[in-house]
């Protein structure tokens, strides 16, 4: 049993680790129970009301350089899962959870993740065959490449493979791969426009909106 003297940080087993300037997670909340498990959080990360639950052994956390992560939850249960954050992602709100043993929920750099999006590795139960008896949807990782955004409501599966540059539109419910430089939206998600990007800026290119005048934008 671990003590770290702060309400928000409870620590249960043998041989955790938990890296972490105090300023950072002030807001945000710890609780593992388990062996051998490793939470790292850069220094310049910011950390909003995000909670961090670890059920089990060999579970690694790592939140990079100067991202920003305003709430929700990273979970990971059962063993041996991993959730990564690339540097200066912004995560709005987001459910990331690591269901079956080592299932990995990977982030890039660059990313925006909005409002109420979740990501899940399995089902959180099983489906069988009825006349094997064999299951039938095992976990399976999350993969997210460098400068993607990730829309409000968004529903990520096992599976899901978001390549770099793409978007992922509005409570999409994704299971599969998404190309580089690609739109997918709808349920269940279609790839519905290609050789696209994205910005987090707002810009009129000139006579786009009558309204603006471009020159003091």
């Known amino acids: 049993m671990q003590n770290h003297g ?55 956390v790592f939140v990079g350089r100067d991202v920003q992560m305003q709430s929700g939850l990273l979970r990971l249960i059962h063993g041996g899962g991993l959730i990564a954050i690339g540097a200066r992602t912004v995560i709005v709100n987001a459910d990331l959870i690591s269901f079956e043993v080592g299932t990995k929920i990977v982030i890039g750099e660059d990313c925006l993740v909005s409002y109420g999006v979740q990501a899940w590795t399995g089902d959180a139960h099983s489906l069988v065959d009825a006349t094997t008896g064999k299951r039938l949807n095992y976990g399976r990782d999350i993969t997210i490449a460098n400068n993607v955004w990730i829309g409000y409501q968004a529903l990520l599966l096992k599976g899901s493979a978001v390549g770099r540059g793409s978007v992922v539109g509005a409570r999409a419910v994704l299971n599969k791969e998404v ?15 290609d050789n696209v990007t994205w910005s987090p800026d707002v810009f009129y290119e000139k006579d786009a909106n009558p309204l603006v005048d471009v020159g003091d934008v």
């Open 6 to 60: 702060s309400d928000n940080i409870k620590i249960c087993g043998d041989r955790n680790l938990f890296e972490c300037e105090d300023s950072v997670f002030s807001q945000a909340g710890l609780d593992i129970i388990g062996n051998d498990n490793i939470v790292k959080i850069h220094p310049s990360a910011k950390l909003g009301a995000v909670n961090i639950v670890l059920r089990g052994d060999h579970h690694r």
């Open 179 to 193: 190309p580089p430089q690609s739109l997918a939206a709808g349920n269940p998600a279609k790839i519905i426009k």
